[in-house]
């Protein structure tokens, strides 16, 4: 689930083309790293409330932490991230990390647990239809005071993970028919109707007005590129 897919197919053994986020010189890490700050206030109120910060991440992976690498190096012993993934992530920093092998989507994740900080970038658009989006932001909003979420914006009008403009907005059926045509984005061309079928229906953009839907507790942010809102970003802060 490095981008939230539960489904009977697994898109992530799609070959993709190379990840622009394990280039720190990339535009996509710069715009994670910029969104970095926002986290790191929400983990500095939590350390300054409590000492230590156990923040679980939705959908997460390590290395996506590497953005704030000198901040987590910083306060190191300080905090705990869990990450939650449908596919087995590595952990290298065992001191730091640790790993839970499960769906964001599952009504009785962690039942027994409260954290600190729920984190989800880029995950809530891939777990699939909207009643999975919102048993996904119930779990944020359940599992911990303070939450942030990021998704891309439906109405930015570049799709970022298939990098063709307006893509979101063509029928679902041309949008399979033109993955199983040409190489988009992340993804080589798809041989197979039913995974195009499947990648399409675990791209879904979410509109500002949704997401105030599903995080009715929160507050809903944007981040701009050339005078657009390219992502949104739900933030509860108590």
Known sequence: MTHGHFSTIDIRDV???ADPYSNSKSLEFGFRAKRFKKVQHLIEAVLAE????????????????????SFLQANRGRIRITAVNTEEQPVERPDMFEFHLGSAT???????????LVHSNSVIEHVGAWPDMVQFAENARRLAPR??????????????????PGFQYLPERTRAALIMRFSLGFFR????AAEAEEIIHHHRLLSAREMRVLFPD????????AGFN???I?????
């Open 230 to 232: 390219k992502s949104i």
């Open 15 to 17: 070959p993709v083309r």
């Open 147 to 164: 939450y942030y979420i990021q998704t891309p914006n439906y109405w930015f009008p570049y799709e970022p993970h298939f990098r063709f």
């Open 218 to 225: 929160g507050a809903v942010e944007f981040e701009r590129l």
């Open 189 to 192: 061309r798809i041989e197979s």
């Open 50 to 69: 409590r000492g230590t910060c156990e923040i679980l991440d939705l959908g997460g992976t390590e290395r996506y932490w590497d953005i704030g690498a």
């Open 106 to 116: 599952q009504s009785d994740l962690f039942e027994d647990r409260i954290f600190d």
């Open 234 to 238: 739900a933030i509860r802060d108590v």
